[in-house]
């Protein structure tokens, strides 16, 4: 089933006008695995914000269909209610609010959207336990305010854990390796790995190929000047890694 159809999409920065995205196709479907690669400034975080429906951007042409809904239509919450979850290259920090506290009005919020029950806070914290097991976090982070004082590592695996309460259907992840040391990035990766159903998809925006020897992509896209311009397996990222971005621009 496709779970993400984006065609020709195109999209300005919202005050300037200046074009980002020029013309981006890209299907997903769900249980697969994608990462975007490509050189700084080449639209990697704006093809991620502009799905989102980040405020600074604005879609010119094309179309995007989540889940057979026309995303385009929808606020940034209601995306998120639809199942679609960004990480941020720089999470959050949110004093005076506790992780638990912040997950739950999450967990909640999309529950009451879909007309389930809201949790207590102890159903809550039943239903978290696993979860916290998975992204491997000790419980005193629940007592903590959101991000703040969190190590890098301990920030990643914090969205990693939003993303599991969420239960989102698809994950967009805009460089999750930026900042970790090998340990932090194969806690995260395993985190993430352990998400992975066969109905839910990941899609990886990286750098470095380093983060694909952890989490295996079966797409790889190399993303210049807002436009994806080449698509292959895992050896594609490979190849990139050995031959640099200049071979592909070139082609
Ligand atoms: P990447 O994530 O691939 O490094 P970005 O999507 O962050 O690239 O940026 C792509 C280009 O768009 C860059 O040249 C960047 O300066 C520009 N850009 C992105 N967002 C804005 C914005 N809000 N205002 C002005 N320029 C922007
Ligand atoms: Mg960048
Ligand atoms: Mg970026």
């Keep these: 089933r496709v779970l993400l159809e984006v065609k020709d999409l195109r999209a300005v920065v919202a005050e300037s006008r200046q074009e980002i995205l020029r013309g981006v196709n890209l299907t997903i479907n769900e249980g697969e695995v994608h990462a975007i690669m490509g050189k700084n400034g080449s639209g990697k975080s704006t093809f991620s914000k502009v799905l989102v429906g980040h405020p600074d951007y604005e879609v ?3 179309t995007v269909v989540f889940k057979g809904e026309n995303l385009l239509e929808l606020k940034p919450e209601e995306r998120s209610h639809a199942g679609l979850f960004m990480s941020f290259q720089t999470p959050v920090e949110i004093p005076g609010v506790s992780n638990m506290d912040f997950l739950l009005m999450a967990a909640n919020a999309k529950r009451k959207k879909h007309g389930q029950p809201e949790l207590s806070p102890l159903e809550f914290f039943g239903y978290l336990s696993p979860k916290l097991q998975a992204v491997n976090m000790d419980s005193k982070f629940l007592n ?6 969190f190590s890098g590592g301990e920030k990643k695996r914090n969205e ?6 969420l239960e989102a259907e698809l ?26 159903t066969p109905h839910n998809s990941i899609l990886m925006i990286t750098h470095y190929q380093r983060l694909l020897d952890y989490i295996k992509p079966n797409y790889v896209h190399i993303m210049e000047d807002g436009n994806i311009i ?10 990139l890694e050995k031959e640099g971005y200049k071979g592909f621009s070139e082609q």
């Excluded at 990693?160 to 309460?165: F, G, H, N, R």
């Excluded at 040391?181 to 194969?186: P, R």
């Excluded at 080449?230 to 190849?239: Q, V």
């Design 60 to 62: 010119t042409e094309g």
């Design 144 to 149: 903590r305010n959101v991000n703040e004082g």
């Design 160 to 165: 990693i854990l939003q993303l599991a309460v």
């Design 171 to 196: 994950a967009i992840l805009d460089e999750i390796d930026s900042g970790l040391d090998v340990d932090a990035l194969q806690d995260v990766a395993k985190a993430v790995n352990m998400l992975l």
């Design 230 to 239: 080449k698509t292959g397996d895992s050896s594609l990222a490979k190849l």
